[in-house]
């Protein structure tokens, strides 16, 4: 198991603009060659926007693109038509495909904070496509087949305990509060990624979320 420290994260985005953002892997120009991917994760960006502070239009291809909307409300547009609005607990999923264009924005009053996760697909090219599913449980994981992996969700309680996917690839990232792996404390922005995960579980060492990548 690799923990991955909130602090050891890579600083981007323009704060003159509104826009902070932390990388866990190798982005833009930042290039760290033991943090390239894990599995089919190539990105797991920590975004802060504030107030009509927002991504312009830019292309993407090739990519399953994964947003979970810590606080605030999300603004998405892309060039299939698609607008929506992404608040906490929904996930949204674009599948970049062969290409597609896109626009992330915070048009709400209040700043926005956002999670967002690339994975490469097992097979190139296609036509794009996009989903959100609202109001997402605990019980029920979000799979990208796309990429070969499945997103969980765990809210816990202090002391509650879940159990992590046994997979090949597992990576877990803890968006609030305290949580107790295999040994090791996380806090807020802290991820681990666990090769052969096998019998393991995460405990709340605090009222807490996690994002748990299940991969192949």
């Avoid at 290039?31 to 292309?59: K, M, Q, S, T, V």
């Avoid at 029920?140 to 309680?157: I, Q, S």
């Amino acid at each position: 198991m690799d923990v991955r420290r909130a602090d050891e994260r890579y600083p981007g985005g323009d704060q003159a603009a509104g826009i902070e953002s932390w990388h866990a892997f190798s982005f833009g120009p930042h290039y760290d060659p033991d943090h390239l991917r894990f599995g089919p994760l190539i990105a797991c960006n920590e975004e802060r926007l504030a107030p009509g502070a927002g991504f312009d239009e830019h292309p993407h291809s090739h990519t399953e693109i994964v947003t979970w909307v810590v606080e605030g409300e999300l603004t998405h547009r892309d060039s299939a038509g698609h607008e929506t609005r992404v608040r906490p607990g929904d996930v949204q999923r674009l599948s970049a495909a062969g290409g597609v264009r896109h626009v992330e924005r915070n048009d709400g009053p209040t700043p926005l904070t956002f999670v967002q996760m690339w994975l490469a697909p097992l097979d190139p090219g296609g036509d794009p496509s996009y989903e959100i599913v609202h109001g997402i449980a605990d019980s029920t994981p979000y799979a990208v087949p796309e990429a070969g992996a499945m997103l969980h969700v765990r809210r816990l309680a202090a002391g509650e305990r879940t159990a992590v996917p046994d997979a090949p690839y597992v990576y877990a990232h803890v968006v609030r509060g305290e949580v107790r792996l295999d040994g090791m404390q996380l806090g807020p922005g802290d991820a681990a990624r666990i090769a052969e995960a096998k019998d393991l579980e995460a405990v709340g060492v605090t009222e807490a979320e996690l994002l748990v990548w299940e991969m192949s």
